[in-house]
């Protein structure tokens, strides 16, 4: 059989080693909580660098709509190179009139 003063020893033993549990998983739990806060805290910051995200695309995406797309583009190109070709047809229509009003106005100041 044990003796006594054994059975004390084992107990303190035993009560130590339960205070050095309880002591881990005590501040192991307390580093967990602040761990999670910390976690907590970090995806409410995700959450609104993800809200804004959002709206900052929903705003592109309204300004997009507006913008002509692949095919107006070209119709428009295909628009301007036609004007472009009638103002070239229209500068070249009106040199012989300029050619005249230069004519005119010489004559006028040399008559006058």
Do not use: N, Y
Not at 9 to 34: D, M, T, Y
Not at 46 to 58: M, N
């Amino acid at each position: 059989m044990m003796e006594i003063g054994s059975l004390a020893q084992i107990g303190s033993l035993a009560i130590a080693a339960l205070a050095v549990v309880i002591s881990v998983l005590g501040s192991s739990r307390k580093g967990w909580e602040e761990r999670i806060k910390a976690a907590v805290g970090a995806t409410d910051d995700v959450d609104l660098r993800v809200t804004e995200i959002e709206r900052r695309i929903v705003r592109l995406e309204r300004d997009i709509q507006h913008l002509p797309d692949k095919d107006l583009a070209h119709r428009m190109e295909m628009s301007i190179a036609r004007l472009e070709g009638r103002l070239e047809t229209m500068d070249e229509r009106l040199k012989p009139v300029a050619a005249m009003a230069a004519r005119m106005q010489e004559h006028l100041l040399e008559r006058g």
